[in-house]
Structures are given as structure tokens and as C-alpha cells.
RNA sequence: GCGCCAUUGGUGAAGUGGUUAACACGCUGGUUUGUGGCACCAGUAUGCAAGAGUUCGAUCCUCUUAUGACGCC
């Protein structure tokens, strides 16, 4: 089946939304996080960890599945799912993203057809196209697929995203043209930069194509700032009818994503929780801190006080310290646990507020703790 | 006891009679937003075993002492 959004709640104070999202594999909640398994595993997780911690949709991408192992091999184990052993819902990435920071020279090898760029795994040269990667998702088999945009970033001039906007309308028609998978969703990609009319140009031709679900996408890289990460948001939610999934691609921070959900976003993806973690850093109430600080050498709280992951009840700062400067890999594991359960417990509590039209007063309260960065540690 | 060689930061070490003693590791901070790259950036010896001398100037030359390795008695 297409997955359907029903929209059960919104703060009387801002565009936050409670609701419900219906796909193959249960009923889900939003505003809800998506932890990354990019190559079919959120790296060094199993399945009853990411469970455990709450994890509902994850993520997958279609660049990397396409060249290892491919979608084939992938198809013959019985599809994503079987395959990794994960029976919630996933959404593949369309390899926009990576294929756009692939292509060398962004103005020979971005063609109206497709993107040429080389293989990060034997140099190869190869071109991916909108019905390509939609092919590749449609035999992934996952439950939502990503139509595939280009995903310049906010810093690109106005002409470049213009054209970019408009291609990336092109590249989505094709992919909705070809898309076959009865029971898998189909999500189009708002682009424009920071640009209100560019946003709002992409925003109502994409939802014309009449898509399942619609995200927001050009947001979360080349260092671009949260004004424009904001911005790009608000000149985009007017246009996505209020019974179809936001989606905001790549983020983020949890102040990004308490911004997020204010301004109307459903669920979110990043790669943060994991990738800092693998360097030895922790999101907390106070602020992220960092497990190669010498400070935790000899502290025997958990990474949270108060917090309900496997990692907090389990195991102390200085142990996970010893993990971290030691190399070991159980460290990058535990933080892993920690921060993505960190995330989504943020999202659970956002329902919670949207209930009780308390979201901004969540926000501030969440800031008052969290935004002093130079006192980010709990030893004061 | 005699001879010979050595002694540079937390570690392994490079190096030069002349402004800020290389590099690596470690350590200390920081960065990371649809994960090609699992890393990147920054800081980290007021001192070259100790003392004296030569010199305009010594970590680098000379002497004494200390410590250590090797050889001989």
C-alpha cells in the first residue's frame, strides 16, 4: 500500500503537527526521527537496538545499494527488508545527494539525462538518471522512494538553483513516469535554495505531480546557514497540502529539528547521532559533549542523567571514555544507541507538546539548557 | 679501575655556532546536518642531562660531574 498521513493535531501556536503515518509495516507517529542505515545498516546497530530505541521509518540510499551489492542481489534475498532483517518501514534515498557531490565538474557532468560521475569504489565511470534510480528503488523494494533531484546548496547562485529547480521538476516527472512498485511510495523533492519564489515555484509544480509525501531537500549541506535552512521551510510548507508527509532531508541538530516541527515538519533523517558518535561525541539536555575530554576520565554517570537508552543504563561516561580513546569499537556503538534514542525521544516529546499546544514553550526550554556551549559539560 | 660511545618533550626521535628546536605518536580542545573518503582543524619542549668555560652569540665547541651501554683488566 501508499503510505497515508493522517493529521490527528496542530499546536494553536505554531504549524507543528501530531499525526499518524499508515504504511506496510504498522502505524507510526510523527514528528518522528529516521536513523541512517545508508548501506543497509545503521552503522553498528542490529535491529532490536534501533527497536529498542524507538526507531520507526529508517533510511537507506540507493547510490550506495545500487554499486554494492546491487539492487539485484538485493531483489533475489527477498528485498531490503528481508534482507537486513528490518520489519519497519524504509525509505530509500534516490542518490541525488551523493551523486551531486560526486560529479566533478557540476556543469558538464549535471545533463538534462542524468549525472555522469565516477564510482568512490573502482573509479568507474557511471550515469544516473531519474528512472534509474527510480528502477533501483522500485527493485530495493523499500516502502518509500525519493524521486531524484539535484541538490545544489543554498549558496549556489540564483540562476544555477534556478535551473536546478526547474530540472529537478523534469528529472521528477520521469521518475513518476516510470515508477512501478504498487506497493511502494513515491515522495517528490522541494528545491530553491533559500529563494522564497524559487521554493514556491518547486513547491507547487511538485505537488501538481501529486506525490505521496513531499520533502524539503538543499537544506543540510555546504555549511549553509540555519537562517536559510529555516527559511527554505517556511517558503515551502504553504504549498504541500495538509494530508501529506513533510519531510525534511538531512536534518539535523535537535535545535533543527525542534525548528523543524514549529514550522510544520513531520519526520526528519541525519547522519549526526551516528557519525558523532563514531567520534566519540554525545548529544545531551545540555548541549553535545565530547568523550575525548579528559574530565570523564573518572566519571561514573551515564552519558544522560535521566535518560532511558540501553547506553545510559548500562554504562558509564568513564568507561565509554575508555572505549572512545582506546579505539574500541564498542564505544562508537554505545554513543550511537545513546544519540539516536537521544533524537527520537526528542520527537516523542514534540508529540507530547503538540497535544497540549506547548511547543514553543518546549523550545525555550530545551534552549535554556541546551544552547550555552561553553558550559556544555555536567561536572560544573 | 682504564678506554670508548651516548644523554634533545609524555614517548619514538630529526637537527643547527645566529631571529619562533623538524616530524610522528600521545595528550588537550574543537568541527561534523538526504554518510564516497570515517576523518578533519587547532594547541601542545622559555628549552636540548647538570654545572662551568670559549664566543658578539651555544642545544651544537672545550672541561668537570652525573647517569647509561659496550670493551679491557
Same mark, same amino acid.
Given at each position: 500500500m501508499k503510505i497515508k498521513y493522517e493529521l490527528l493535531k496542530q499546536d494553536k501556536n505554531c504549524k507543528a503537527r501530531y499525526g499518524k503515518i499508515h504504511t506496510n509495516y504498522g502505524i507510526y507517529e510523527t514528528p518522528m526521527f529516521m536513523p541512517v +542505515? $545508508? =548501506? %543497509? $545498516?545503521v552503522k553498528s546497530l542490529t535491529k532490536e537496538e534501533l527497536i529498542q530505541a524507538g526507531s520507526g521509518i529508517i533510511l537507506a540510499n540507493t547510490y550506495h545499494l545500487w554499486l554494492r551489492p546491487g539492487e539485484?542481489?538485493?531483489a533475489k534475498c527477498g528485498g531490503l527488508h528481508k534482507f537486513m532483517n528490518y520489519d519497519r518501514p524504509i525509505l530509500t534515498d534516490s542518490g541525488g545527494f551523493q551523486v551531486f557531490s560526486l560529479a566533478k565538474n557540476k556543469e @558538464? /557532468?549535471?545533463t538534462e539525462e542524468g549525472v555522469i560521475f565516477k564510482s568512490h569504489i573502482d573509479g568507474k565511470k557511471l550515469l544516473l538518471t531519474p528512472e534509474k534510480s527510480i528502477e533501483i528503488q522500485n527493485k530495493l523494494d523499500s516502502d518509500i522512494a525519493m524521486s531524484f533531484d539535484e541538490c545544489p546548496p543554498a549558496s549556489a547562485s540564483y540562476e544555477y538553483l534556478k535551473n536546478s529547480v526547474e530540472r529537478t521538476l =523534469?528529472? %521528477? @516527472?520521469r521518475g513518476k513516469m516510470v515508477h512501478s512498485n504498487e506497493r511502494q511510495s513515491l515522495f517528490g523533492i522541494i528545491q530553491g535554495g533559500a529563494y522564497e519564489d524559487l521554493r514556491k515555484l518547486s513547491a507547487i509544480e511538485t505537488v501538481k505531480m501529486d506525490f505521496d509525501g513531499y520533502s524539503i531537500g538543499g537544506v543540510a549541506n555546504d +555549511? *549553509?546557514?540555519k537562517e536559510d535552512m529555516y527559511k527554505a521551510i /517556511? &517558503?515551502?510548507?504553504? &504549498?504541500i497540502p495538509e494530508d501529506k508527509v513533510r519531510y525534511l532531508m538531512g536534518v539535523g541538530e535537535p535545535i533543527d529539528i525542534i525548528e523543524g516541527v514549529i514550522r510544520g515538519i513531520d519526520i526528519f533523517d541525519c547522519v549526526l547521532p551516528t557519525r558523532i558518535a563514531r567520534h566519540g561525541q554525545a548529544f545531551t539536555r545540555k548541549g553535545k559533549i565530547n568523550f575525548h575530554n579528559a574530565r570523564f576520565k573518572e566519571d561514573l554517570t551515564p552519558v544522560e542523567e535521566g535518560c532511558d537508552c540501553y547506553t545510559c543504563k548500562n554504562y558509564s561516561k568513564a568507561y565509554i571514555r575508555h572505549l572512545i580513546t582506546t579505539d574500541e569499537m564498542l564505544g562508537g556503538r554505545l554513543l550511537s544507541i545513546h544519540n539516536i534514542r537521544f533524537l527520537i525521544r526528542l520527537t516523542e516529546e514534540l508529540r507530547e507538546a503538540? @497535544? *497540549?499546544d506547548r511547543v514553543l514553550q518546549y523550545k525555550n526550554e530545551f534552549l535554556k539548557n541546551y544552547n550555552n556551549k561553553n558550559s556544555v559539560g555536567d561536572n560544573s
Open positions: +542505515g $545508508t =548501506r %543497509a $545498516t539485484d542481489v538485493i @558538464k /557532468d549535471i =523534469r528529472w %521528477a @516527472k +555549511g *549553509e546557514s /517556511d &517558503y515551502s510548507i504553504p &504549498y503538540i @497535544k *497540549e
